[in-house]
């Protein structure tokens, strides 16, 4: 049987949403996710994001699939994108403007803005190796621009979890970096047990990164919601930026902040319906 899906973007991060809310199991397996996901021989997206019953006394769930099936615990341009879909889902039942979603990596609250944004509470970031999860410190050391070999080259890495692994590398031009050669290769590296997003930045000033990305599962996409906010910490732990930046990316800009006040995230950023249809 067709089963009704929107496709929506998060500055060209592409999703297919589905509205799951009759029950806690996805309607597609993973199998189908990756079909789905095809560009040439389905609809096309970088994930397929499920919005199910809240759990725990949240209002809603999300479960996404990458394109290549696997599942991450975290998606920041997909929770903006599930948001917005909500807000159609309920229609003129709508009550509020700010959700709480049940994530595998805890509960995260996005909130519509006034001016069509969605600005997201993406919760506190995690620093330690265990919860990163990665070999490359013992346990109560953080890894702030250590050295890992990649591709035949030392590349200072700094790693932060938001929920979902990130290794990020300070360069000088973030464009002569050849990620579709490197990008599978971090991925991939025996110090990231469960594989790794990779975030690639160039500093323009204290407040304004240019970021390019390889994702776990996904490869390059042309923007991550949580590497955006992994980078901003790599950068504020590294010395090299403010707590507050605009982050550039291939598909447009997201604005975060690491508050003083209560350690958590936000990101604010746009969410677009592109079309529906039915599979
Ligand atoms: N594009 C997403 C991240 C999606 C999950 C990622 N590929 C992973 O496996 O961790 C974002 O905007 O955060």
């Given at each position: 049987m067709a089963i009704e899906f929107t496709k929506y973007h998060g500055l060209g991060n592409d999703f297919i949403l589905i509205d799951?809310?009759?029950?806690?199991?996805?309607?597609?397996?993973p199998e189908k996710a990756v079909q789905w996901c095809d560009r040439h021989f389905g609809i096309g997206a970088d994930g397929v994001i499920f919005a199910l019953p809240g759990q725990n006394g949240t209002d809603y769930t999300m479960r996404i699939f990458n394109s290549d099936g696997s599942e991450p615990e975290m998606c920041g341009n997909g929770i903006r994108c599930l948001a917005v879909f909500l807000t159609e889902l309920e229609g003129i039942a709508r009550t509020k403007d700010k959700y709480s979603i049940h994530t595998l990596a805890g509960v995260i609250v996005p909130q519509l803005t006034d001016d069509g944004q969605v600005k997201v509470d993406m919760g506190e970031p995690r620093l330690l190796p265990g919860e990163i999860p990665?070999?490359?410190?013992?346990?109560?050391?953080q890894v702030i621009n250590h050295p890992l070999e990649v591709a035949g080259k030392i590349w200072d890495v700094t790693c932060v979890s938001m929920g979902n692994p990130h290794c990020i590398i300070f360069v000088e031009?973030?464009?002569?970096?050849?990620l579709e050669s490197i990008g599978s290769q971090f991925e991939n590296h025996p110090v990231f047990p469960k594989k790794t997003n990779t975030e690639f930045i160039e500093v323009v000033n204290r407040n304004y990164l240019k970021m390019r990305v390889w994702e776990r599962?996904?490869?390059?996409?042309?923007?991550?919601g949580t590497g955006a906010c992994a980078s901003l910490v790599a950068g504020v732990l590294n010395d090299l930026c403010d707590r507050h930046a605009i982050i550039e990316l291939p598909g447009g800009s997201l604005e975060i902040e690491w508050s003083e006040v209560d350690n958590r995230i936000y990101m604010t950023g746009p969410a677009e319906r592109v079309f529906t249809g039915k599979y």
């Open positions: 799951n809310r009759s029950s806690l199991t996805p309607v597609l397996t990665t070999s490359l410190a013992s346990s109560q050391f031009d973030v464009a002569a970096i050849n599962g996904a490869g390059i996409t042309l923007a991550c």
